[in-house]
């Protein structure tokens, strides 16, 4: 192998560089090239790269966002847009290719697989659904992003005597909203697997406000139905026992800043990984950690069913938010 290639596919995460870094570096004690693909699976089509240096990659861990830019590529997925994908590997004499990304990038690799192109994935998504890696890369750090601010508008909740709807991203998944609903000490979780009608959320409120907390705290996945703008409008309408309600919707701050340690951990461990499994010969793969270890696991099996919230955890939001 003399030549790899490395893109960012779909929703960017803290992570993504140290990701590239570890990517470069270990290709490069191998004697092995790295050719950076621009803006995902957009770039392979268009054949926009850059040869990628130790130099290139020095410093970068520790910014947010990828120095290789991502975009979703709706072309990829045509027969001639695939087809052009596959012309542009062979013009560049790429050996083998790492993507970094999530559920649809990961399919997209298994299709190069599957094509005869030697790919590795590595799991990218904050929302943390990948299945067979206990964390993907970016959810430390967006979890981080989350507590900071729930731990400030609790402080004008309280001054207030208010409810607070926190809306995180999770459009399938609530691992975002229970992680960070336990480590914020909210009173409340909603997500796609916890869902709360209205009439539950007015007696739990009541609740709380009887035994006298001073802010009710609400963390909801952006997935879940009703969702947060539903029930805020509900609750006007309803009087809202005891807590005057408000809406905060985090957004995009959630994908963006400087990565957690663990995150430039995670991210470079497994671009080393990814490296060493095309150096090996595998294919159609994805690069997870599991129990402190990295994995290597067939794109197929990864790709069968998202990773579901931990039932313990849900029930560990209940025990503590009494």
């Known amino acids: 192998m003399k030549i790899i290639g490395v893109l960012t596919s779909g929703g960017d995460a803290p992570g993504m560089n140290a990701c590239i870094r570890g990517v470069v570096r270990t290709a490069l004690a191998n004697d092995i090239l790295t050719i950076g693909i621009k803006r995902g699976y957009t770039g392979l089509i268009s054949g926009d790269t850059q040869l990628l240096t130790s130099r290139s990659v020095g410093g970068i861990a520790r910014w947010g966002g990828t120095i290789l830019q991502t975009a979703r590529c709706p072309e990829f997925r045509t027969p001639a847009g695939f087809k052009k994908a596959l012309d542009m590997v062979d013009e560049l004499a790429i050996d083998g290719l790492v993507v970094a990304g999530g559920d649809g990038s990961l399919r997209g690799a298994l299709e190069l697989h599957k094509a005869g192109i030697k790919c590795v994935g590595v799991p990218v998504s904050i929302d943390n659904d990948i299945s067979f890696t206990d964390m993907s890369i970016g959810v430390d750090t967006a979890m981080n992003t989350i507590i900071n601010a729930i731990d400030k508008i609790k402080d004008t ?12 991203m999770g459009r399938r998944s609530g691992y975002l909203a229970a992680a960070t609903g336990i480590a914020g000490g909210a009173e409340l979780v909603i997500s796609p697997e916890n869902p709360v009608n209205i009439d539950e959320l007015l007696s739990i409120m009541a609740r709380i406000h009887e035994r006298g907390k001073p802010h009710f705290i609400v963390v909801i996945a952006e997935g879940a139905s009703p969702n947060a703008h539903e029930l805020v409008e509900a609750l006007h ?11 905060t919707v985090l957004g995009h701050v959630q994908r963006g800043g400087t990565p957690s340690a663990y995150d430039r951990i995670l991210a470079s461990r497994l671009g080393d990984a990814a490296v060493k499994a095309l150096i090996e010969g595998q294919s159609g793969v994805m690069i997870g950690m599991m129990n402190g270890k990295t994995i290597s696991t067939p794109l197929e099996k990864v790709l069968a069913k998202e990773r579901p919230v931990d039932e313990d955890m849900l029930s560990l939001i209940d025990t503590i938010s009494l």
């Open 157 to 168: 909740a309280s001054s207030h005597q208010r409810a607070f709807f926190i809306e995180v």
């Open 237 to 247: 309408c309803s009087g809202h026992p005891g807590f005057e309600a408000r809406l």
